[in-house]
């Protein structure tokens, strides 16, 4: 069975402190996508990671692609209470196809 | 670039009767869209692969009689919810995928969803 699991499922965190998040998989996909979505809204793309050892940083958040692992991680800087989100990992569900499998999502709650 | 709009945003209808949404790719030509289905406090579940001329291809576990689509143009593809029933409400987001960069691979872009209620 195809599974993309995140870790953890909810996080509530003080403001200012750093976290990561995890997102392992069992697709044979190179690629991983990281969304944010908003109570009520949809998917806001925060990272495109397309190859083994990719490495993104936007702001407060920086994300990871071990491929070889299944791994990737989404690693927050500082938290502020503007991060407060749900945040999916996505992947491919097989190389070479376009179709995503959605993690389990992260539920993050950030703390004045 | 690359904006997908959905339409309407939500919409309430009563049990039985039927609810059209349209999913359109505003600024790009997309040959394929997904249509999707989010529960409260869940994940996306992929519902069926919109293809543009030909038919879709719908998950293990989705009623293709229930959930009818049809990808009419390069731009636009509707998901029809027939007979509606109240365990079909839920939060419906469509996605457009556009190849993107030199590598060529294709990303999806998402659509605001819509929210359907049926009572």
């Known amino acids: 069975e195809l599974k993309v699991e995140q870790n953890p499922l909810f996080l509530s965190m003080q403001e200012g402190k750093n976290y990561t998040i995890y997102c392992n998989y069992s697709?044979?996909?190179?690629?991983l996508y990281w969304y944010r979505q908003d109570p009520g809204k949809s998917l806001e793309s925060l990272f495109v990671?397309?190859?083994?050892?990719a490495v993104k940083q936007e702001g407060r958040l920086m994300a990871s692609l071990d491929t070889k692992a299944r791994l990737s991680t989404l690693h927050i800087t500082a938290a502020v209470h503007d991060l407060s989100a749900t945040y999916f990992c996505?992947?491919?569900?097989?190389?070479?196809?376009?179709?995503?499998?959605f993690g389990t999502g992260t539920r993050l709650k950030v703390l004045a | 670039g690359a904006v997908v709009s959905q339409h309407p945003s939500w919409v309430i209808c009563k049990s039985g009767t039927s609810v059209k949404i349209e999913c359109r790719s505003l600024?790009?030509?997309?040959?394929?869209m997904f249509w999707y289905r989010q529960f409260p406090k869940q994940s996306l579940m992929l519902m069926a692969t919109?293809?543009?001329?030909?038919?879709?291809?719908?998950e293990q576990g989705v009623e293709k009689d229930k959930f009818l689509i049809n990808h009419a143009s390069l731009t636009l593809s509707t998901l029809t919810v027939t007979s509606a029933h109240p365990e079909d409400s839920s939060f419906y987001i469509c996605?457009?995928?556009?190849?993107?960069?030199?590598?060529?691979?294709?990303?999806?872009?998402f659509g605001p969803g819509t929210r359907l209620t049926v009572t």
């Open positions: 996605s457009a995928s556009r190849p993107r960069g030199a590598s060529g691979y294709y990303e999806q872009y």
């Open positions: 697709t044979t996909s190179d690629r």
């Open positions: 990671l397309l190859s083994n050892g």
């Open positions: 996505a992947v491919d569900r097989a190389l070479g196809t376009y179709k995503y499998i």
């Open positions: 600024d790009f030509q997309a040959t394929t």
């Open positions: 919109s293809n543009e001329g030909s038919k879709a291809t719908y």
